[in-house]
């Protein structure tokens, strides 16, 4: 990163420090080294991770994302038609390595896998996690293919011989190398070494936020002391004196972690101490927290939040509301943000399973509570129902499911409406049809109950 800079007036005597920019990183070849850097210091991952650390907003993101990435693990509607291939995915891709490649991919932009060979050298007998902090790509050759990694403890100190860098076979089919490589790397426009993490343009707000945090914690622990101005009443130093004081002076109480410390000044005589004058904001309070809402807004639009209530931040619009929106925001966000790490992380589960022959078909199980509510999944069309034809062509169904009566509510029916009833007279019917029964049994079941009919 850059460091601060200072400018001055025409007259020199006032000092104007500025705050660094907050860029991308640098990544450039270096013709004595067989690495790429990745940073101006060579250390752009450790940046990433302070942002991580520093940032409450952008560390629960980074958490809760890469869980709901990997979810309960890798599940198959083969498992059971496909038994001993199950099984050989389940012991070459653990739960936790699994995790860790979904952490680093979404902290840190991608992730790198160790690739271990059978003896003979044609199979792999295991795939395991790797920090990808730890790494340094080697440089492409002439097709643009990488065919090298490097491997250190401490890139800060790789020029001493416990931390001095190993280099390893980038992975390929038709290598036999025992232990091999493998860089799992989205595209990023721009980045072909080290891809940019996704939530790139929030960083410089995580920043903001951690900041923030320092500056009220050092306020607090040293007791809420003001800025200060600081005038000097001995006399005007040249130039070159006036920046070594400058430069002494800031790198003793400059930054938030300096917030509140007590100055102490030895004087020859009043006359010539110098003064110590506060610097007072309008304010300051409202300004922070709108900084801090700032922030934390501008990092969830950097990680593609639908919805802070699905990281646990709560929203004003009741409860009722909140529901609804969980529901909505939950499957959007699986679908748009969750899905893509996942189809990337399962092409490259699927391309490792082919060096070994197997082909199954692998997704991730979700964390989803929403799936298990009817609301979530989809409508199935309704079903026909069973008809039978009837001789005059109409189709009734087999199945009535239309509510009935009981025997005992449609006696107790047809005693409450017989008083209404009227009687008729025997002259008044009329002949429909005759039949010859031969069968007395069924015969008295024809009149069952009904003997003045016989």
Not at 83 to 97: A, H, M, R
Not at 191 to 203: I, M, R
Not at 293 to 314: D, W
């Amino acid at each position: 990163m850059k460091e601060p800079s200072t400018s001055k007036n025409k007259k020199d005597n006032l000092l104007l420090l500025e705050l660094s920019n907050y860029t991308s990183p640098e990544i450039s070849e270096n013709p004595s080294k067989k690495w790429i850097k990745y940073g101006d210091d060579n250390d752009y991952f450790g940046y990433l991770l302070d942002r991580y650390k520093g940032s409450s907003t952008n560390h629960a993101l980074i958490n809760g994302i890469s869980q709901m990435i990997v979810g309960e693990g890798l599940e198959s509607k083969d498992e059971t038609t496909q038994e001993e291939n199950w099984e050989q995915v389940n012991s070459l891709f653990t739960y936790q390595d699994l995790s860790r490649w979904a952490f680093d991919y979404k902290g840190l932009g991608f992730y790198m896998q160790q690739i271990i060979l059978s003896k003979d050298g044609s199979k792999i007998a295991r795939v395991k996690h790797t920090p990808v902090q730890n790494w340094r790509s080697g440089k492409a050759d002439s097709n643009g293919v990488v065919n090298e990694y490097f491997y250190s403890d401490d890139w800060s100190k790789y020029t001493q011989p416990k931390y001095r860098p190993v280099c390893y076979p980038a992975y390929s089919p038709e290598k036999k190398d025992p232990l091999q490589i493998m860089a799992v790397k989205p595209y990023r426009a721009g980045s072909f070494y080290y891809p940019n993490v996704d939530y790139q343009g929030a960083l410089q707000y995580a920043h903001i936020e951690e900041e923030i945090s320092n500056f009220h914690i050092n306020n607090l622990l040293n007791g809420m002391f003001p800025s200060l101005l600081i005038n000097f009443n001995n006399g005007e130093p040249d130039s070159d004196t006036r920046r070594e004081i400058e430069s002494s002076i800031n790198n003793k109480w400059g930054g938030t972690t300096s917030t509140g410390k007590i100055i102490i000044a030895f004087n020859d005589d009043k006359d010539r101490a110098a003064s110590v004058d506060p610097v007072s904001q309008p304010d300051l309070d409202k300004m922070f927290d709108l900084l801090s809402k700032e922030s934390s807004e501008k990092i969830m639009i950097g990680h593609r939040v639908t919805s802070p209530a699905l990281f646990g931040v709560r929203s004003g619009s009741g409860l009722g509301n909140n529901a609804d929106e969980l529901r909505v925001a939950a499957i959007l966000f699986e679908e748009t943000v969750i899905r893509p790490y996942r189809l990337m992380m399962l092409e490259n589960i699927n391309q490792l399973l082919l060096h070994n022959g197997v082909k199954i078909d692998l997704s991730f199980k979700s964390l989803n509570p929403f799936k298990k509510f009817p609301s979530y999944q989809e409508e199935k069309p309704l079903e026909t129902p069973n008809k039978m034809d009837i001789a005059d062509g109409t189709e009734l169904s087999k199945e009535d499911d239309r509510p009935y009566m009981t025997d005992d509510q449609q006696d107790a029916l047809l005693d409450a409406i017989d008083p209404y009833g009227e009687p008729v007279d025997g002259k008044d019917w009329f002949e429909v049809d005759v039949a010859d029964v031969h069968d007395e049994e069924e015969e008295d079941k024809l009149f069952e109950g009904n003997e003045s009919d016989r």
